[in-house]
T-cell receptor, first 118, second 110 residues
């Protein structure tokens, strides 16, 4: 159990375009999902917390107008990188935590999306 | 001080040896801790969680938590080359947000 999927797994786009990344919890309902970014040889940096049915909470320094997050259902959160630029190239990973049960409080990660902006 | 700190390594151990990975944390982090393994180019995979003082064993892995000294460790017994990866320590804060350490790279030499 606790499987999280992401789509696409990789994407290459031109500078100035927008890219949408989907994160799905496949076998459980996730009221909260998290979006991270990881640059090469660096650790995970939390970008935002996505709550079903409400606005996302962004970490300090993360532009909410650039990284649009929508958590439309208990199994789907999306991250849209708007007007992407080369410096946005990174590995984007979502995670979800189980609201109850044996694995309560544990975060399970999706496989990640590698974004390259030309 | 970072909220969760790890030695970046690399830590090199011979196959079959015990690998010991350590992590310290600040007062901002709650008492829930997690160890993740991350292979190059992949996302993190949860290995173990630990909430109480003491040891928690799962197969070849043992997590240790010492709240008084604010450190958490992961021991890998009978290390295998397939264990070569970066190991991330994470601590929970502010509801379910996690602070992640920068990771320790482990190399297990055949």
């Amino acid at each position: 159990g606790a499987v999280v999927s992401q789509h696409p797994s990789w994407v290459i786009c031109k500078s100035g375009t927008s890219v949408k990344i989907e994160c799905r919890s496949l076998d459980f309902q996730a009221t909260t999902m998290f979006w991270y970014r990881q640059f090469p040889k660096q650790s995970l940096m939390l970008m935002a917390t996505s709550n079903e049915g409400s606005k996302a909470t962004y970490e300090q320094g993360v532009e909410k107008d650039k990284f649009l997050i929508n958590h439309a259902s208990l199994t789907l959160s999306t991250l849209t990188v708007t007007s992407a630029h080369p410096e946005d190239s990174s590995f984007y990973i979502c995670s979800a935590n189980l609201a109850a049960g044996v694995s309560y409080n544990e975060q399970f990660f999706g496989p990640g999306t590698r974004l390259t902006v030309l | 001080q970072k909220e969760v700190e790890q030695n970046s390594g690399p830590l090199s151990v011979p196959e079959g040896a015990i690998a010991s990975l350590n992590c310290t944390y600040s007062d901002r982090v709650s008492q829930s801790f997690f160890w993740y393994r991350q292979y190059s180019g992949k996302s993190p995979e949860l290995i173990m969680s630990i909430y109480s003082n003491g040891d928690k064993e799962d197969g070849r892995f043992t997590a240790q938590l010492n709240k008084a000294s604010q450190y958490v460790s992961l021991l890998i017994r009978d290390s295998q080359p397939s264990d070569s990866a970066t190991y991330l320590c994470a601590g929970r804060y502010n509801f379910n947000k996690f602070y992640f350490g920068s990771g320790t790279k482990l190399n297990v030499k055949p």
